[in-house]
Each structure stands twice: as C-alpha cells, then as structure tokens.
C-alpha cells in the first residue's frame, strides 16, 4: 500500500510533534512568553502514537521524524522512542539538544539514523537573546557527545536579516572540523511569529555569503531531499540550504505531519487539518481519513503561499504557530 496524491507523489515519510511544549521561547516559533500548552489528555497517548504508526507503516511510511515543541520534554519520551524504534522505519528527530545528555542511552539503542539539532547562533548572547534561555553551553556540549557517539548530527540554522545573518560564515567554519551537515533554513511564515519579507535571507544571499570565501562544489541530492547540499574542500562536514521561500521543493514531497493533539497535515503550510485522533479514540476506521487527507493536497506551498514572497501577507494565512504543528 502507498499514500500517493492527486499528483502521483508518494509519501513514506510520516513527521509526528510529540509535543507542542519547549523548554526554550524562540521568537519565530513560539511568539509568547506566555503560552498555553496542550493538555495532556488531548495529547496522543503513548499507545495511540504506537497504533497509529504502525498504521501509517503499513502503508508504506519507512521514515518517521519525532519533532515538538521540544520531543524530549515529554516525561513518556523514552517510550515512545523504545517502540517506535522496533517498527521497520528509519527513525529520525529534530531537537533543541538540551536533554541529550538526559537522554543518550535511550537516543544510542533507538539506533537513530540522524538527530537534527535546531541552533541558530554561535554566540551566547545572541542565543539568550533569540530563545530567552541560557542554555547555550549545554547545546554546544550535546552536539560534541552526539558526535562522539557517532550520531549523524545536522544542525538547523534558520537564517534572519539582521538577526544572524552575520554568522553564516562561522557555521561554515565548523564543518572543517566536524563531520557535520549545516543546513541553512529560509525564514519562513507561521501564525504568531511577526515574519516579514525583508527578514528573508534568500538561498541566492546565503550562497553569495558563502562564495566570497569558500569554493563550494554541489552533492547530487535525491528526489525527496528538501536541502540542497555542497561539500567544501578541506572540510570533513558539509552545508545545505533548505530554500522554501525562494525555491520550494514541493514537486518531490513525500511528507505528512502528524500534531501532537493528533491532527493529520499534508503540508506545513496547508490550511486544514484532520482530526485522527477523535476517530481513533471513537473507534473509527482512520484509514479512510488519512488517504482522503493526501488526495486533497496542494501541488505546492498548502495552496497558500507563493514563489513571490515579497507580496505574502501573512493576515491572510490559516495556519498554526510552528510549535503547534511540529518542526
């Protein structure tokens, strides 16, 4: 069985938030020092996020990323991670890095094919001044421990005009020493988090950034792989940039979101949502749900945005807060 569109693409790659809480407060994901968790019983449970992966496997997901909020927030993390990992799937997870250490034993036997580490600064100062948190030296040491466990670790840096954009030569810099993949991320729209577009630090001014002072050459990319990669000699890591604002990869696209309250989404900008886990918990059949969810998906951008994102008005757009729907 295959989860396939309207414009033939096949999805194997389910990405389930299994919390929208965090123990950091980054402007661009989660606006309000004051928030408003979801309770937990409206929460999926341990059982259900089991049952319906499984599901979801058995038609034809072989790549599960478990995202938040904050994953490892959750008190019941540890579980989840033990089932997840027997199920016949690359297991995946995007993190702060704060509870690595907390974590380790259980990331290392979950045999994790790549942790993805979201950091968007080098300096202490400015990553107090973007998360509202002063855990900088516990991130940096978790990225160094996963390493030398021989993780696959990759480092999201989402890139802001006049925020950060300062410092995209000295991530390039830490991937002569490290074998790590930088991936430099277009800032993007969500509801709550004040984008505008001359906070977009393009693809083309990321890599002009980069070329004044590094010869980079590309690697040849996969049709599903939403980071366009480059080696630099000398370097024992790589970059990539994940171009969604200015080259959005959505011809390839073979993911689904699954939000922590158990709302199935087709893309990360699309409007509508499903509610799997009313029906799950109902007793219906979610199945039927899941594949109407796929077929009704936008060729590109959740039917919301476009290439010109000079002229988006995000007054318009119907969609979560990105800690809401998963990172």
């Known amino acids: 069985m295959t989860l396939t569109d309207t414009f033939g693409r096949i999805h194997n790659y389910l990405r389930i938030s299994l919390t929208d809480n965090c123990n950091l407060r980054c402007f661009y994901c989660m606006p309000e020092e004051e928030y408003s968790f979801t309770p937990n019983n409206k929460l999926m449970q341990v059982d259900e996020i089991e049952q319906l992966a499984r599901l979801f496997v058995d038609q034809g997901i072989s790549k599960i990323r478990l995202t938040g909020g904050e994953p490892l927030v959750r008190k019941d993390a540890a579980n989840i991670i033990a089932r997840l990992s027997k199920l016949p799937v690359e297991l995946h997870m995007t993190t702060n890095g704060i509870r690595i250490n907390d974590m380790l034993p259980e990331l290392v036997d979950a045999k994790f094919k790549s942790i993805n580490i979201s950091l968007d600064t080098l300096q202490p100062g400015r990553f107090f001044q973007i998360t509202r948190r002063d855990y900088f030296d516990r991130v940096r040491a978790n990225i160094d421990l996963l390493l030398e466990h021989g993780i696959h670790t990759k480092i999201n840096m989402v890139v802001m005009k006049g925020i950060n954009d300062d410092e995209i030569l000295d991530f390039v810099a830490w991937t002569a020493r490290k074998p790590i993949e930088i991936r430099f991320i277009e800032f993007m729209p969500f509801s709550g988090n004040k984008w505008s577009s001359n906070q977009v630090y393009t693809q083309a001014d990321i890599l002009a950034t980069i070329q004044r002072s590094y010869p980079i050459e590309p690697i040849p990319t996969g049709p599903h792989d939403t980071a366009k990669a ?98």
Request: hydrophobic fraction near 40%.
């Open 230 to 327: 480059f080696s630099i000699a000398g370097h024992v890591g790589r970059i990539a940039i994940i171009s969604t604002m200015t080259a959005p990869f959505c011809a390839g696209c073979n993911r689904i979101r699954l939000t922590a309250d158990g709302k199935l989404k087709n893309c990360l900008f699309s409007s509508s949502e499903t509610d799997l886990l009313k029906a799950l918990r109902a007793g219906d059949d979610v199945l039927p749900l899941i594949q109407a969810t796929i077929s009704a998906k936008a060729k590109e951008l959740g039917g919301q945005l476009t290439t010109d994102f000079e002229h988006i008005d995000t007054d318009f757009l119907k969609n979560r807060s990105m800690i809401t729907i998963g990172g």
